[in-house]
């Protein structure tokens, strides 16, 4: 089965400080694995993904995040925080062993506080 | 192009009340998904139309919900009767299986629902 999983339901960072939000994943085949960010009162947005390639992938906002599959890893990360990166933000992946369309398995979700 | 539009933003209805939500996808895009949020369940899929057909709809809670899409450009969510555990925000996502690959959705801003 395919799953994802986000351990920390919060992490607190100081401005300037580097981040990082942690997803480990299960699938039975290679995953795709994605970061999605959703602001207050707002819908998800995606950050970026992972399919095939360079294991470090950058995406939107100075976001970048590494997959590691010896360790089922794909962990948001960010040199320099920003308070206006507080938000909520989702792990999903997709099994592509499996044909499911655009379906995404999603995190339950971290909550991330940066505080000036 | 306008992104993702969903009507309405905010819905208080009585518990027994039909509820109907309405989405209108990205130009072109050929995938949409319904999601629905939850404190207690966090993000879930609901149900996924493919070129207007269902391609998925085993999140759908129970008979009271239903979703049709009849033409590219239009999905709704029905819930009748609704009740108060029905209570939350509910996302219409879109996106294409021909540009920027089909895992990559685009989300709506949301229906924050609350039935009494």
């Known amino acids: 089965a395919q799953s994802v999983a986000q351990p920390e339901d919060q992490v607190n960072v100081a401005e300037g400080n580097p981040l990082t939000v942690k997803c480990t994943y299960s699938?039975?085949?290679?995953?795709?694995l994605f970061w999605y960010v959703q602001y207050p009162n707002r819908g998800l947005q995606f950050l970026l993904k992972y399919i095939t390639g360079d294991n470090l992938v950058k995406g939107s906002y100075g976001f970048e995040a590494e997959f590691n599959k010896s360790q089922t890893s794909f962990h948001l990360k960010k040199p320099s925080a920003l308070v206006s990166d507080s938000a909520l933000y989702f792990c999903?992946?997709?099994?592509?062993?499996?044909?499911?369309?655009?379906?995404?398995?999603f995190g339950q979700g971290t909550e991330l506080s940066v505080k000036p | 192009d306008a992104g993702v539009i969903q009507s309405p933003r905010h819905e208080v209805t009585e518990m027994g009340q039909e509820v109907t939500l309405r989405c209108k996808p990205i130009?072109?895009?050929?995938?949409l998904f319904w999601y629905r949020q939850t404190m207690m369940r966090g993000l879930e899929l609901l149900i996924y139309f493919n070129n207007n057909v269902p391609i998925d709809d085993s999140g759908m809670p129970e008979d009271r919900f239903s979703a049709k899409m009849p033409n590219a450009s239009f999905s709704t969510l029905k819930i009748q009767p609704s009740e108060p555990r029905d209570s939350a925000v509910y996302f219409c996502a879109s996106s294409s299986s021909l540009t920027g690959g089909l895992e990559t959705q685009y989300f709506g801003p949301g229906t924050r629902l609350l039935v009494l």
């Open positions: 130009s072109g895009h050929d995938y």
């Open positions: 999903a992946v997709r099994d592509s062993a499996r044909n499911q369309g655009g379906k995404l398995i």
């Open positions: 699938v039975s085949g290679n995953p795709y």
